[in-house]
């Protein structure tokens, strides 16, 4: 395709986003091609190296998220940053890469087809860099400084502790954005830095239909439900009460024995089995979560 102009939003344009003034040291100008999306913007983010099984689920909270009129926004580099845009484009839906270059420099260059895929698609690419600027350590990180301005609330897949994408953390946490964070078992290293950012104040990522009305979208009934993870087949009849409750929505333990009818001492057992087993994740603020 015939790229778009380039517009040029100087800090005159009465399309300059306001938000952008969360920043340390707001650009000059944005440059942009394509078309802003009117949905409501998310990022998603994460490591270059994350392992396929984040990948698959980055791909499919993306592609869910974007059936339900979110534009994805992340920042166009391998791993977890490309998962979610075409998880996004695959749905029929609009995403937005936050550039870390100028446009005559994509990054990575074999990502040009997505690239040019998420124009097609009405997405847009945004820079606070002129056209010829190359990517440098620096660039990448007021990349990732605007795309946290840029939006409503991040999410972080996957993670080590040295990783570009708390640095979007940061400055979003900063800016006062909502924070979701997938929860790594303790031994893996390539989700240490989840374990940071929640012991920092970062949410775990709930299941899909609570995640959509905590960011006030209209959730059809049923939707989401047929792709939930299926819940191990040796539960007893309790633990998967249990489960099924938190599914619905219960959050705390008061909640699911009203629910069940189970007794608070057969709850809690049920809660610790489950939350061993990696079906359900307590949150820092006590509430108890499903994991999708």
Not at 124 to 142: I, N, P, Y
Not at 186 to 192: L, N, R, S, V, Y
Not at 247 to 274: F, K, N, Q
């Amino acid at each position: 395709m015939m790229l778009p102009t380039t517009l040029v939003i100087g800090r005159d344009h009465p399309d300059y986003p306001i938000r952008i003034s969360a920043m340390e040291r707001p650009p000059a100008a944005l440059y942009l091609k394509g078309q802003l999306p009117t949905g409501r913007p998310v990022a998603i983010v994460g490591s270059r190296g994350a392992c396929d099984e984040a990948l698959r689920f980055t791909h499919q909270l993306a592609f869910d998220l974007a059936k339900l009129g979110v534009s994805v926004w992340s920042g166009g580099a391998r791993g977890v940053d490309a998962a979610a845009h075409r998880g996004a484009l695959d749905a029929g839906g609009k995403s937005v890469v936050v550039m870390g270059t100028g446009f005559d420099h994509i990054y990575p260059a074999d990502h040009e087809e997505m690239f040019i895929r998420l124009l097609e698609q009405g997405g847009a690419w945004v820079s606070m860099f002129r056209d010829d600027q190359s990517g440098t350590k620096w660039s990448f990180l007021l990349r990732n400084e605007l795309l946290a301005a840029l939006v409503d609330a991040v999410i972080l897949v996957q993670a080590p502790v040295r990783s570009g994408a708390r640095s979007t953390m940061s400055a979003a946490r900063r800016m006062g954005r909502r924070l979701w964070v997938v929860p790594a078992a303790p031994w893996d290293i390539a989700g240490a830095g989840c374990a940071q950012e929640l012991r920092a104040g970062a949410e775990v990522l709930p299941a899909l239909a609570v995640l959509a009305k905590e960011l006030g979208l209209h959730v059809p009934r049923g939707f989401g439900v047929r792709r939930s993870m299926a819940l191990p087949q040796d539960l007893d009849p309790q633990e998967r009460a249990v489960a099924l409750a938190v599914r619905r929505g219960c959050r705390h333990s008061d909640d699911i024995c009203a629910e069940t009818g189970l007794s608070a001492h057969t709850v809690a057992a049920a809660l610790l089995t489950l939350t061993l087993r990696h079906v359900l994740v307590q949150g820092s603020d006590g509430r108890v979560l499903a994991i999708t």
